[in-house]
T-cell receptor, first 116, second 113 residues
Framework: SQELEQSPQSLIVQEGKNLTINCTSSKTLYGLYWYKQKYGEGLIFLMMLQKGGEEKSHEKITAKLDEKKQQSSLHITASQPSHAGIYLCGADVANAGGTSYGKLTFGQGTILTVHP | GAVVSQHPSWVICKSGTSVKIECRSL??????MFWYRQFPKQSLMLMAT?????????EQGVEKDKFLINHASLTLSTLTVTSAHPEDSSFYIC?????????FGQGTRLTVV
């Protein structure tokens, strides 16, 4: 099975609706990153979570990391067409010493479409 | 946050030629940098770990003789795609860590014709 599972693969919502994207790791994480990407373009950093139970918010986007540091969710409240794009989670898997390898394993991505 | 600069942003080359992509950490030193590749409609996959002053570590399935990595200084890693073919057309992106946080370059879109 995949080391990092991201779901759903695609999401179509009506403007104003809330939505959640999930990312689950089979290993304990040192950190979990969320990015947004437009097709063919670079990564737009959204948030990085490192502590178990941590929650961060920026504008209408909230990301959480569970206490076990293996699962994260990204929640968008009152979605807008500007939220459309590809959302990627990137996992920094902890090494045996509990620290970072530095490299990220990415989820498969979620394509978000927001209809006006 | 820290800044990682990647150049060029896009490049078109003829089949059989070589292309060099640069990745620079602008305001910090990076003994290790990472190179990723993203094919159309797919996610990012780690290609190799670039180590300053020593050989790069390649992921399984990545040809080290085709993707030459040089990390000659603490702020610069280069990826050279040798004898490029159309199947090498992809989005290449690098990252480096400042303290415990990863920072990504803008990416390079390579098109081989």
């Amino acid at each position: 099975s995949q080391e990092l599972e991201q779901s759903p693969q695609s999401l179509i919502v009506q403007e104003g609706k809330n939505l959640t994207i999930n990312c689950t790791s089979s290993k304990t994480l040192y950190g979990l990153y969320w990015y947004k990407q437009k097709y063919g373009e670079g990564l737009i950093f959204l948030m990085m979570l490192q502590k178990g139970g941590e929650e961060k918010s920026h504008e209408k986007i909230t990301a959480k990391l569970d206490e076990k540091k293996q699962q994260s969710s990204l929640h968008i409240t009152a979605s807008q067409p500007s939220h459309a794009g590809i959302y990627l989670c990137g996992a920094d898997v902890a090494n045996a010493g509990g620290t970072s390898y530095g490299k990220l394993t990415f989820g498969q991505g979620t394509i978000l479409t927001v209809h006006p | 946050g820290a800044v990682v600069s990647q150049h060029p942003s896009w490049v078109i080359c003829k089949s059989g030629t070589s292309v060099k992509i640069e990745c620079r950490s602008l305001d910090f030193q990076a003994t290790t940098m990472f190179w990723y590749r993203q094919f159309p409609k797919q996610s990012l996959m780690l290609m190799a770990t670039s180590n300053e002053g020593s050989k790069a570590t390649y992921e399984q399935g990545v040809e080290k003789d085709k993707f030459l990595i040089n990390h000659a200084s603490l702020t610069l890693s280069t990826l050279t795609v040798t004898s490029a073919h159309p199947e090498d057309s992809s989005f290449y992106i690098c990252s480096a860590n400042s303290y415990t946080e990863a920072f990504f370059g803008q990416g390079t879109r390579l098109t081989v014709v």
